[in-house]
């Protein structure tokens, strides 16, 4: 996805949101937040709990009112002309009953789109297509409190979709959700984003989430972004990686003692071989490794390397965030 400035539909300038007990601040669940979202992009909301997540989405949607700050969508104010922003947006909150229980699975998709003002009658060639991608055909009939609970949140997405709606918030998609929903949740959120150049923003736990369906994330602590980019953009940041060395017969105490001035080392000798287990956050240091190997000739039996997943470069970043508020990309 390219980004380009006119491709922007939504602009959130300087959000803060501050709960108070009478005239006390009790907390500043999100504190001066800004940031854009492009058409066509699936941008990701992340944070520990309590991070301000769900009351910036919440925000965005205008059903909790922010104390400052201003939500654009589309270049329409949220917050000055709540109706007409509001028709370009759709929300799947967490946890809530986004769908209407009584209601079979086909009524719901109707039900919705008569709400955002589009005659059911019209669409039923969209319902059905909606129907199909989430493997709801077998259930179009059934009414939705008694459907399980991964269809039940299908059908809420797909109630959130079918909206003419141009940004879509998804708080949590796939908590909860088995392996084979969460993932038909995530390649029918890819394929809507690509077909519809549709703009979702989802906040979530699950990072393998945020690798399969995320162009770019945002992290959030304690009300403030940490850090916005690509993901791997990110990855590249804490460009570290692991080795797992092992050599022939033991290592003589020379070898040990040149090993033992790299960080992050960790040495494992049984009588035939040894292990050496290393986190290289600098390539030349793989270079240093080896040549003390060369250095008395000793029999390199494997190498193998991983690279950090963005479960790990997450932690890394909201640790890193304690120190330095904010992580420096440049
Ligand atoms: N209605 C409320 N009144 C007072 N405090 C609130 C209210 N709603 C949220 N908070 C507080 O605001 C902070 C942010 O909460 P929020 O629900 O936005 O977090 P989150 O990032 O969505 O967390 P999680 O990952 O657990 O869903 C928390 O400290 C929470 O206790
Ligand atoms: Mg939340």
Same mark, same amino acid.
């Given at each position: ?14 959000? @803060? ?33 309590? #991070? ?9 949607? @205008? ?27 759709? #929300? ?20 919705? *789109?008569?709400?955002?003002? $589009? ?7 969209? $319902?059905?297509?909606?129907?199909? +991608? ?56 890819? &394929? ?54 092992? +050599? ?18 960790? $040495?494992?000798?049984? @009588? ?5 287990? +290393?986190?290289? &956050? ?12 060369? *250095? ?10 991983? &690279? ?8 890394? +970043?909201?640790?890193? *965030? ?9």
């Amino acid at each position: 996805m390219i980004i380009l400035e006119n491709n922007c539909i939504l602009e959130v300038n300087n959000l @803060s949101k501050t709960y108070t007990k009478g005239k006390k601040e009790i907390i500043k669940a999100v504190d001066n937040i800004s940031f854009r979202a492009y058409k066509g992009e699936i941008l990701g909301l992340l944070g520990a709990n309590g #991070a301000g997540k769900t009351t910036t989405v919440k925000m965005i949607c @205008s059903l909790v009112k922010a104390s400052e700050g201003t939500v654009l969508i589309d270049g329409i104010d949220n917050f000055k002309k709540r109706s007409k922003a509001l028709k370009k947006i759709s #929300a799947v909150l967490e946890g809530n009953r986004n769908i209407y229980w009584k209601l079979t699975v086909r009524e719901n998709l109707e039900f919705f *789109s008569a709400l955002k003002g $589009i005659d059911p009658k019209k669409i039923q060639d969209k $319902i059905d297509y909606y129907i199909n +991608i989430f493997n709801l055909k077998e259930k179009e009939k059934v009414i939705a409190s008694k459907l399980s609970r991964g269809m039940q949140q299908k059908l809420a997405i797909a109630t959130a979709l079918i909206s003419e709606a141009e940004v879509i918030l998804l708080d949590e998609p796939t908590l909860g959700l088995d392996v084979k929903a969460s993932y038909d949740i995530r390649r029918m959120l890819t &394929e809507i984003v690509k077909k519809e150049n549709k703009t979702i923003i989802l906040t979530t736990h699950d990072m393998n989430v945020v690798e399969d369906v995320c162009d770019r994330v945002i992290i959030v602590d304690h009300g403030r972004i940490i850090a916005e980019d690509k993901i791997e953009n990110l990855m590249r940041l804490f460009n570290v990686k692991s080795y797992n060395f092992v +050599i022939e017969g033991n290592l003589s105490e020379n070898q040990k003692l040149e090993l033992s001035k790299i960080n992050h080392l960790e $040495i494992k000798e049984s @009588s035939e071989s040894t292990e050496i287990l +290393i986190n290289l &956050e600098d390539n030349q240091l793989f270079y240093k490794v080896m040549s003390t190997f060369g *250095s008395e000739n000793s029999v390199i039996k494997t190498i193998e390397s991983k &690279e950090l997943n963005f479960e790990e470069v997450f932690i890394k +970043i909201l640790g890193r *965030s304690k120190k330095d508020e904010y992580v420096d990309i440049a």
